[in-house]
Nanobody, 121 residues
Framework: QVQLVESGGGLVQAGGSLRLSCVAS????????VGWYRQPPGNQRELVAT???????NYADSVKGRFTISRDNAKNTVSLQMNSLKPEDTAVYYC???????????????WGQGTQVTVSS
């Protein structure tokens, strides 16, 4: 069984930094694209950043130049370094990974439970 666990959220002042981590565990044959999403209070979930299996990255315009997504394939971990945080970055942050559990199974997307990020002004 595959499990994604996010960590690293918390309360930070505007201008501060946080580093989120997403660790995949369980039966994992391969991990493809991984994305960080966020859901601000009262709003829909939105894409923040993605990273492919070969390390290509993509960012939402609102976080370009401030956030950096990276991955450590040996540790099944994807991180999101968030700098120059703004109050509008406040949200629950979720990790989504495209995972193939076994060599015989197909690939599907998995979600973590989310981690809260709160940026005070």
């Amino acid at each position: 069984q595959v499990q994604l666990v996010e960590s690293g959220g918390g309360l930070v002042q505007a201008g501060g930094s946080l580093r989120l981590s997403c660790v995949a565990s369980g039966s994992i044959f391969s991990i493809g694209d991984v994305g960080w999403y966020r859901q601000p209070p009262g709003n829909q979930r939105e894409l923040v950043a993605t990273i492919t299996s070969d390390g290509s990255t993509n960012y939402a315009d609102s976080v370009k130049g401030r956030f950096t997504i990276s991955r450590d394939n040996a540790k099944n971990t994807v991180s999101l370094q968030m700098n120059s945080l703004k109050p509008e970055d406040t949200a629950v942050y979720y990790c989504n990974a495209d995972i193939r559990p076994t060599i015989l199974s197909g690939r599907r997307g998995y979600w973590g439970q989310g981690t809260q990020v709160t940026v005070s002004s």
